[in-house]
């Protein structure tokens, strides 16, 4: 009796062996799936960006990996910088351009929501803004001077990083350089 009962479970644990080693085979992700380039993420051309999660000024945490699959533009800004306030309708003609294929991310640094909002509903920023109010994502991302500008393509690489105002020509030639092309109708 007692080495049939061995037997069995010698034979279930094969059974559940084999259909573990199956589910993992069948469910693995590839390395180049999550990181195409094999290098460390950085905020470097060529470099796999780095994820972060902010919370936005509609109290959502939100985070860079959601976008994937999208071109990013990541821009990093503050209500006092003058030249972040001119780019700013690039930014949103750029946002409403697209139609959805391009994200503009909008990262204030260091200021509180209440300032943050007024700025964003006065300017009629409708693309998501975060939060960074501790500064830690503006330093992953190395930011020295307001904007900086970071344009990520859709598996996640850094394309190019900006420092200094872009405009919507730029941002035009850029994003076409990448695939991307306006909604028809909309200039």
Same mark, same amino acid.
């Given at each position: 009796?007692?080495? *049939? ?14 259909? %573990?080693?199956?589910?993992? #085979?069948?469910?693995?992700? #590839? @390395? ?11 905020? $470097? ?7 972060? &999660?902010?919370? +936005? ?5 939100? #985070?860079?990996?959601?976008? *994937?699959? *999208?071109? /990013? !533009? ?10 972040? *306030? ?6 949103? @003609?750029?946002? &409403? %351009?697209?139609?959805?294929?391009? /994200? !503009? !991310? %909008? $990262?204030?640094?260091?200021?509180? @929501? @209440?300032?943050? #909002?007024?700025? /964003?509903?006065?300017?009629?920023? +409708? ?16 930011? &020295? ?6 344009? !990520? +393509? =859709?598996?996640?690489? /850094? ?7 872009? +405009? ?13 092309? =306006? ?5």
């Amino acid at each position: 009796m007692i080495p *049939r009962l061995r037997t069995q479970w010698l034979a279930l644990l094969v059974v559940m062996l084999v259909v %573990g080693l199956a589910w993992i #085979s069948a469910t693995r992700v #590839s @390395a180049t799936d999550i990181n195409p380039t094999g290098r460390p993420p950085q905020p $470097v051309a060529g470099h796999p960006a780095p994820d972060f &999660q902010l919370v +936005s000024l509609d109290g959502e945490t939100r #985070s860079l990996a959601e976008f *994937r699959g *999208r071109t /990013v !533009i990541l821009n990093f800004w503050a209500t006092w910088c003058g030249p972040c *306030r001119v780019e700013i309708p690039a930014l949103e @003609a750029t946002w &409403q %351009g697209y139609g959805g294929e391009v /994200v !503009i !991310i %909008g $990262v204030n640094i260091r200021e509180d @929501a @209440a300032t943050v #909002s007024r700025y /964003v509903d006065e300017l009629g920023v +409708s693309y998501p803004v975060l939060l960074d109010t501790d500064g830690t994502v503006g330093r992953l991302y190395n930011v &020295q001077a307001f904007p900086t500008t970071y344009i !990520i +393509s =859709p598996d996640g690489v /850094v394309i190019e990083p900006y420092t200094g105002m872009l +405009s919507e020509p730029l941002l035009r030639t850029r994003l076409a350089d990448l695939g991307a092309s =306006p909604v028809e109708g909309v200039e």
